[in-house]
């Protein structure tokens, strides 16, 4: 197995320490998606927060490990792991299924007693607890239709058939955990809560992004950007310059 650094451990990856942080930004990626996809994100926040990444089991240095299957366990697993990372206020930050596991995820911190300075939900429409999502594919050449339709995988892996396989396993387990995934009926949270989303995202409508005003408790914002479901990699500083209002209080450029 991969050994990890000393600024990282099982489930979280630390790309850029910034020990002098006064707050700390926890990043959930999307299906099939890894640690490294925040890469650019904590290099443009580093210095005054402290980034860090989660990683999935399944991927990249964690290939060899079975898959995601249940999000409602890996919220639980994440939540143990970020209890030696509360010593700053956090932020959480999630995109697609990332929105999902990070809600879940501040729901346990908050359920502990601990505290969430704010919650940004990306390409995600409010969970439903009526009945799962059922909207996404399972079998293999459905994934990667869809894939290539959010356009937010490198086309070049879609066509390479050695590289295609080994991702696949964790792209099913993905799907398929967001599939079976259910909020309870009245599952919220008490920090505030932005959903961001593209005007043109057919996985996570406008209207349905909004949605997410029921899951919190209190303040809620709702931030629509030109694009569709991977709009983030296209407004990747209109992003970060949201996350940085709120985390530096600076100004945006």
């Known amino acids: 197995m991969t050994s990890l650094s000393l600024d990282s451990d099982l489930w979280c990856r630390r790309f850029h320490p910034s ?9 959930f990626p999307h299906a099939g998606g890894s640690a490294s996809f925040y890469f650019p994100v904590s290099a443009a926040l580093h210095g005054p927060v402290d980034v ?20 409602h366990r890996v919220a639980d697993e994440v939540f143990e792991a970020l209890r030696r990372w509360d010593d700053l206020p956090l932020t959480l930050f999630g995109h697609s299924m990332g929105a999902l596991v990070a809600f879940e995820v501040a729901r346990r911190i908050e359920r502990a007693g601990g505290r969430i300075d704010h ?4 390409g995600r429409k409010g969970p439903s607890a009526d009945r799962p999502d059922a909207s996404h594919p399972v079998d293999d050449e459905g994934i990667v239709a869809e894939l290539k339709a959010m356009s937010g995988t490198d086309a070049r892996l879609l066509e ?9 396993p964790a792209l099913r387990g993905d799907y398929r955990a967001v599939g079976a995934y259910r909020a309870d009926r009245d599952a919220a949270v008490s920090c505030p809560v932005t959903a961001l989303v593209g005007d043109q995202d057919h996985w996570a409508p406008v209207p349905e992004a909004a949605r997410w005003r029921d899951r919190t408790t209190a303040a809620f914002d709702l931030k629509v950007f030109p694009g569709g479901h991977f709009y983030l990699t296209s407004r990747a500083d209109e992003v970060t310059a949201v996350l940085r209002d709120h985390l530096t209080g600076a100004l945006r450029a």
């Open 19 to 27: 020990p002098t942080a006064a707050r700390r930004l926890v990043c």
């Open 52 to 71: 860090l990444a989660v990683q999935y089991p399944g991927r990249q240095d964690r290939r060899e490990e079975a898959g995601i299957h249940d999000l």
């Open 119 to 122: 919650l940004f939900l990306s």
């Open 160 to 168: 390479d058939e050695e590289l295609l396989g080994m991702v696949l």
